[in-house]
């Protein structure tokens, strides 16, 4: 549940295996308290991870150690394809 009592999935293995159709069911909240599946600065909704489906580290598929001058990868998932591990490779220079 969220601080304000919203339920965000039916269950935690749900988060990771879900239907392609589920959806979050309350607001996600950015460090500055912005709600990111409604905010314009959140136009991709992509929840960044870097990691297998199965929960292990994604080496040289999470970003790290990145610089804007050069390529890279990293793992990241829509927010409303309700399975967060899926990970679909972005850019790493993408917001």
Known sequence: LAPQGQLLAKSWSSLFEGSASATPR???YSFNGRNVLTDPLWPRRLAWHGSTPRGSH????????????????????PLGEGRLLAGHRHNCSEA
């Open 26 to 28: 309350g607001p996600i």
């Open 58 to 77: 994604a080496r040289r598929r999470d970003c790290q150690g990145w610089r804007s001058s050069g390529p890279g990868e990293g793992l990241a998932t």
